[in-house]
């Protein structure tokens, strides 16, 4: 399976941008490129997915490098309940796919 | 509309005995998946179903876990003869299924389980 290297943690700002970056160089033609986060004490909440365009959403956008091997979630202005763990994961295709959070990245906002 | 739900959302048992935990995911969602999360780990997960086709038990960690999803909505994940490694937050989430947000997975609040 191809795997996903983040850093383990992040701080920032309030009302700041935050770059999460993800490294996954092994990914293949058919992998998308999914991120969720996990708020403390709650289950895991889908933030945004994309196969090869940059992709924006209410919640966030994705940047995918041209050769696909990073891509970079964007939240455009932290705030302090955007404080959780980010999992950047890849998924074979568009449905059937479990979900393997490997550490993730754990972004702290700061007021 | 509503979201996944499960129950209970707490359940402490001892050792030895059989729990059912329920899962009630989004309507028109054919994808149902169950994960189980120990404190401060992971995600791992257990099982899959899509449709009416025959589910994805390739996760589950041994055969005192089963599950099933009767009429391709509401499932049902048993663990009989719990042991105290089984203690975690069991979590049910659901997804469409097919198309370009296929994969987008819903998840319910969990069942934290506590086996004594």
């Known amino acids: 399976d191809a795997k996903t290297t983040q850093p383990n943690s992040m701080e920032s700002n309030e009302e700041e941008p935050v770059h999460l970056p993800c490294n996954h160089s092994?990914?293949?033609?058919?992998?998308?490129i999914h991120w969720y986060r996990q708020l403390p004490s709650q289950g895991p909440e889908y933030v945004i997915h994309?196969?090869?365009s940059n992709v924006n959403n209410r919640m966030a956008s994705l940047a995918i490098a041209e050769d696909r091997k990073s891509s970079t979630l964007i939240l455009h202005r932290a705030t302090l309940r955007d404080a959780a763990v980010y999992y950047c994961?890849?998924?074979?295709?568009?449905?059937?796919?479990?979900?393997?959070f490997g550490g993730g990245t754990r972004l702290m906002v700061k007021p | 509309g509503a979201g996944v739900s499960q129950s209970p959302s707490n359940k402490v048992t001892e050792k030895g005995k059989d729990v059912e935990l329920r899962c009630d995911p989004i309507?028109?969602?054919?994808?149902l998946y169950w994960y189980r999360q120990s404190l401060g780990q992971g995600l791992e997960f257990l099982i899959y179903?899509?449709?009416?086709?025959?589910?994805?038990k390739s996760g589950l960690p041994s055969d005192r876990f089963s599950a099933e999803r009767t009429g391709g909505s509401v499932s049902t994940l048993t663990i009989q003869r719990t042991q105290q490694e089984d203690s975690a937050v069991y979590l049910c989430?659901?997804?469409?299924?097919?198309?370009?947000?296929?994969?987008?997975?819903?998840f319910g609040p969990g069942t934290r389980l506590t086996v004594l």
């Open positions: 092994t990914i293949s033609g058919t992998d998308y």
């Open positions: 179903f899509q449709g009416n086709s025959a589910p994805d």
């Open positions: 309507s028109g969602h054919t994808a």
């Open positions: 994309g196969l090869t």
């Open positions: 994961i890849l998924l074979f295709g568009n449905a059937g796919n479990m979900l393997t």
């Open positions: 989430a659901s997804s469409l299924g097919w198309g370009l947000v296929g994969n987008e997975q819903f």
